[in-house]
Nanobody
Framework: QVQVVESGGGLVQYGGSLRLSCAASGAIFSIYTMGWYRQALGKQRELVAKISSSGMTNYADSVKDRFTISRDSAKNTVYLQMNSLKPEDTAVYFC?????????????WGQGTQVTVSS
């Protein structure tokens, strides 16, 4: 069974840092793009950052220069280092993986991890 599992969320003060991790496991043949999305209460889910298999990255304008996405392909894991956190970063963060696995190529989502930034 293919799974995508996030960890590392929590409560942090304004200006603090958190590191999210997301590990994919199971019968995976290839992982293409991995990334992070977030959904704040009452808002639509939005892209935060993504990284291709070759290491190319994209960031939302709101997190540029504060967040850094990276991946360890040997571990099928993607990370999101979040610095200088603001209350508006409060959201549920979802890991996203475009993978070729046992049921073909499709998008997999994690269950989400809550990030709360207090002012």
């Amino acid at each position: 069974q293919v799974q995508v599992v996030e960890s590392g969320g929590g409560l942090v003060q304004y200006g603090g840092s958190l590191r999210l991790s997301c590990a994919a496991s199971g019968a995976i043949f290839s992982i293409y793009t991995m990334g992070w999305y977030r959904q704040a209460l009452g808002k639509q889910r939005e892209l935060v950052a993504k990284i291709s298999s070759s290491g190319m990255t994209n960031y939302a304008d709101s997190v540029k220069d504060r967040f850094t996405i990276s991946r360890d392909s040997a571990k099928n894991t993607v990370y999101l280092q979040m610095n200088s956190l603001k209350p508006e970063d409060t959201a549920v963060y979802f890991c996203h993986a475009d993978m070729w696995a046992d049921k073909g190529r499709r998008i997999y989502w994690g269950q989400g991890t809550q990030v709360t930034v207090s002012s």
